[in-house]
């Protein structure tokens, strides 16, 4: 019986374990996808609230307005409603089962389990103002708080929904307010709570009533990496911090206490959940996929078949699907106190006892004798086991075996041996006396006996298919080492291409089936299969059998009904065979197609020769496709090659490059003529193209300091409506090394600028000077650390003097 417990459980360091175990079937309604849902859940196995996510692409139904709707744990309908009230950035729930939802505006409605609106309060004027992009709600055991990130990326917090008797507003983290955080969490205290705030690799603790954040002293063992999620345990005390580098570090909320740090095993680009489970283990939900990670070396994965949601409890944590809801839990102590075979707990030796009695044994005396005194600390442990339990059939020890009689004697057994009896009997069509015999002497190859008797099935059945088909089904069920495909391949062999191929059906492995559809000429039926498995190397073997099978016109006309395959079949054309792709494109009348392969081909360094026909071809496609914008990109373009020929030859410099899989660009060809000397042809092109003003002048000035020609430089900054600033003149003069060049254009520089480029020529005193007159300290503050000691008392006292 502890065997047939510690089946759920997983080794977890040394003398612990962890276990998943179903508590709940979900009773969803047909159209629930998590895959297409924003969810929230309340701890202590609450309820869940569920609304359209609108960051993902769905097929509505029904009106366009979202519908809010309420289950209980076990995903059965509460209530509903239509959520007309703007754009929510966050759901939650209360201590007190009531739904909270936050808007962009910073208003947090709130609605009990029934749909019911009760009221709603707001986080600010400010926050109404430059609006929400994040929140997050947080609860004790007693309260219920709310705190909202905004554009500015400042945070307000109400600690108690049920009296918001103040919105704080926390201290700023370093960093300026156009560095949004990477992740932020809310840390409860007694009466008070702080936020957890991360930037680059550096995490920030921002509290109520303190006017700086204070830096948390967590190193990260990478000064590399981005802390990219952070999460609290339920009580607050433990911290995670995981990296884009797939760091994770553990330890105390304070971060003067690390536990571990570790490598995390990605098993997808990104996670979406990271949680405590308790205050001992930490999970990363991957969509499809659990990674437990411990303080020591402590690692188990748990895979699911589609995505999860998790939610945090006390003790576990919940892990809700489309299908059903399992916990996740360290197996308590108790328990593993009962159940492992190496305790002598008096729990483990009273439940032997109870065990040994129900078989009338006289062995249940004996574990008897083992409790002595402890009687009461037994009764105790069991009963506080089953506390722990959730499989309320764990105990049923009411099979009996079966005797029979044998006609062998021992010798014709010990002849036949035990192998040779299974085999007579599979012989002899006894296949479930068979297989009672290898279950009862646990022989490891009873599958074996099942496609024997599945593969009589098929041949000697004659009644109708679908209910040979169904029962072979319900009697194998999901058997290991038991493959339909040998059954199906068993009805082809006898003729019965009908049944081969509802046996094929229940075939889980669509490398095996197509092969048997193939054989059977069940072409398409094959291409959904391999289509369905998400194997492209299945569908394009699918694609070439079936092609030579039943011709190219036919199977053109015939993929048409297949999105995904025609997509790839398109693919392969375009890799391998250009002339079909394009009787594809003509058949379907996709210009824009054709227009894009004659371009593609035009790209090609080995079509230089005829990259203007192909052009021409694209342009005329583009037109028969009413994309005039594209024809008119197509004529520019040739008017373009036909400007760089004639460049060349007039120049005799390249102005194209056959060799390169791109044509050379507007850009490239403006500034190669600025680097002759030919500025009204470049001039001319400039007008003709409409290029941009700051994008010439940006080339100007970069050609001329390439040339180091700063006499040109200082009369072309002196032309009217510069639209770029004298900073770039500045800074090409310092690429080349060139200060008193640079010096000129320092007084025209835009003043909010100066003090940051009288600073780069080196000119620490004039800058000091002028953040001065701006009176900014900060900029002042910056001098301070590169001036000598006699400019830095200066600069100390320009300081003093705007702190009076």
């Not at 949601?309 to 299908?323: A, L, M």
């Not at 062999?493 to 197509?514: F, N, S, T, V």
């Not at 001039?683 to 700063?710: A, M």
Request: net charge neutral.
């Amino acid at each position: 019986m502890g065997a047939l417990l510690k089946g759920e459980w997983s080794n977890f360091g040394k003398d612990e374990y962890f276990r998943k175990f179903e508590a709940y079937s979900m009773q969803w309604p047909p159209e629930i996808s998590l895959d297409t849902l924003s969810l929230t859940s309340a701890p202590f196995g609450g309820l869940i609230a569920v609304v359209r996510d609108r960051k993902k692409v769905v097929k509505i139904q029904g009106g366009s307005k979202p519908v809010l709707s309420i289950y209980n744990a076990a995903g059965v309908f509460v209530s509903s409603f239509v959520w007309d009230s703007g754009h929510i950035i966050q759901m939650g729930w209360s201590s007190g089962c009531d739904l909270l939802c936050v808007r962009e505006d910073g208003q947090v409605l709130i609605y009990d389990m029934f749909s019911n609106f009760k009221h709603k309060f707001g986080m600010g004027k400010e926050a109404q103002d430059i609006k929400v992009v994040d929140a997050k709600i947080f609860c004790t055991t007693n309260r219920t708080g709310v705190a909202v990130l905004t554009t500015a990326n400042t945070i307000f917090l109400v600690n108690n929904v049920k009296e918001v008797l103040k919105v704080r507003k926390l201290p700023e983290a370093p960093g300026g307010v156009n560095n949004s955080p990477s992740a932020w969490v809310v840390v409860c205290e007694d009466r008070s709570s702080k936020v957890l705030f991360a930037r680059e690799k550096y995490i920030y603790c921002l509290s109520e009533g303190e006017t700086h954040a204070t830096l948390l002293p967590i190193n990260l063992g990478d000064d590399s990496c981005l802390v990219k999620d952070l999460a609290v345990s339920f009580n607050f005390e433990m911290l995670a911090v995981l990296t884009n580098r797939g760091k994770l570090w553990m330890g105390s909320v304070d971060g003067t206490s690390c536990r571990r740090i570790c490598d995390v095993r990605c098993s997808s680009p990104h996670h979406s959940q990271m949680m405590w489970c308790g205050n001992y283990a930490v999970v990363i939900n991957w969509g499809q996929n659990l990674d437990v990670f411990g303080f020591d070396e402590e690692y188990i994965s748990y895979p699911f078949d589609d995505s999860v949601f998790c939610v945090q409890e006390i003790d576990c944590i919940r892990v809700i699907s489309n299908h059903s809801t399992d916990l996740i839990q360290k197996v308590p102590k108790v328990v593993q106190d009962i159940f492992v075979y190496s305790n002598s707990s008096p729990g483990s030796s009273l439940l032997s006892a109870s065990y040994q009695f129900q078989k009338k044994s006289h062995l249940a005396n004996e574990y008897l004798l083992l409790v002595k005194g402890n009687l009461f600390t037994a009764v105790m442990q069991c009963i506080d086991a089953a506390g722990h339990q959730f499989d309320v059939e764990a105990q049923r020890t009411l099979m009996k075996a079966a005797q029979s009689a044998s006609p062998l004697t021992f010798n014709q057994l010990h002849t036949l041996t035990l192998q040779g009896l299974m085999e007579l009997l599979m012989i002899r069509r006894h296949h479930f006396l068979a297989l009672d015999l290898a279950s009862f002497l646990k022989m490891p190859d009873s599958s074996k006996i099942q496609l024997h008797w599945a593969c009589y099935k098929v041949q000697h059945s004659k009644e109708d298919v679908n209910k040979v088909a169904q029962e072979i089904k319900n009697k194998l069920g999901n058997t290991k080492n038991v493959s339909f495909r040998e059954i199906a391949d068993e009805a082809f062999a006898c003729g019965k291409h009908d049944l081969a191929i509802k046996l094929i059906e229940y075939e889980p492995r669509a490398d095996l089936q197509i092969p048997l559809l193939l054989k059977l000429k069940e072409h398409f039926l094959a291409l959904n299969k391999a289509i369905e498995s998400g194997n492209t190397d299945l569908v394009y073997a699918v694609l070439d059998h079936t092609g030579k099978k039943i011709g190219e016109a036919d199977f053109q006309m015939a993929i048409r009904r297949y999105p995904l395959a025609q997509a790839l079949y398109l693919k392969h054309c375009a890799h391998h065979n250009k002339d079909l792709l394009k009787d594809v494109f003509t058949q379907e009348d996709d210009h824009k197609s054709l227009a894009e392969l004659s371009i593609k081909e035009g790209l090609d360094p080995r079509n230089s020769s005829t990259k203007d026909a192909l052009l021409v071809a694209a342009h005329e496609s583009y037109k028969r496709a009413k994309l005039d914008v594209n024809a008119q990109l197509c004529d520019e373009q040739l008017k373009l090659f036909k400007y760089q020929r004639n460049f060349e030859d007039k120049y005799r410099t390249a102005f194209t490059d056959n060799s390169s899989q791109k044509w050379p660009s507007l850009h490239e060809t403006v500034k190669q003529l600025l680097k002759l000397g030919e500025i009204k042809l470049a001039d001319r092109l400039r007008t003709e193209y409409k290029v941009p003003d700051r994008r010439y002048w940006w080339l100007r000035i970069q050609i001329l300091g390439e040339q180091e020609d700063f006499a040109e430089l200082e009369k072309f900054s002196k032309q009217k409506k510069n639209p770029i600033g004298f900073e770039p003149f500045v800074d090409i003069c310092l690429k080349k090394e060139k200060k008193i060049e640079a010096k000129k254009y320092l007084p025209k520089v835009r003043d909010e600028l100066k003090v940051q480029y009288y600073t780069k020529l080196g000119m620490l005193e004039e800058a000091a000077q002028i953040a001065y007159d701006r009176r900014d300290p900060d900029a002042l503050k910056m001098l301070a650390s590169l001036c000598d000691p006699i400019l830095k008392e200066k600069v100390n006292l320009y300081i003093r003097t705007l702190g009076k």
